[in-house]
Nanobody, 123 residues
Framework: QLQLVESGGGLVQPGGSVRLSCAAS????????IGWFRQAPGKEREWVSY????????NYADSVKGRFTISRDNAKNTVYLQMNSLKPEDTAVYYCAAKTGTATMISTRYDYWGQGTQVTVSS
């Protein structure tokens, strides 16, 4: 069974950092582009970042550019999202998603999704 599992979320103070992980089981991630998305209460899901299968290309939403860093370790079958200088508006459930081919910010083009991990930024 193909699965993505996010981990690393939790409660963090404003200005703090957290690293999310997205681990795959049942398949290897090295041929998949990975996107991170988030959904805050009462809001639509929004794209955060993506990374190509070879890590040669990354991209970020303007709201997180300069604060978040996406990376991958194909040997560990895992993609990471390092989140620094967190703000209360970063509070959301964070999802990773996988697709073959070109990375994109369009959520409907992703084939596999994790269950999400909650990140709450609050003092």
């Amino acid at each position: 069974q193909l699965q993505l599992v996010e981990s690393g979320g939790g409660l963090v103070q404003p200005g703090g950092s957290v690293r999310l992980s997205c681990a795959a089981s049942g398949f290897t991630l090295d041929t998949y582009a990975i996107g991170w998305f988030r959904q805050a209460p009462g809001k639509e899901r929004e794209w955060v970042s993506y990374i190509s299968s070879t890590a040669s290309r990354t991209n970020y939403a303007d709201s997180v550019k300069g604060r978040f860093t996406i990376s991958r370790d194909n040997a560990k079958n895992t993609v990471y999202l390092q989140m620094n200088s967190l703000k209360p508006e970063d509070t959301a459930v964070y999802y990773c998603a996988a697709k073959t081919g070109t990375a994109t910010m369009i959520s409907t083009r992703y084939d596999y999704w994790g269950q999400g991990t909650q990140v709450t930024v609050s003092s």
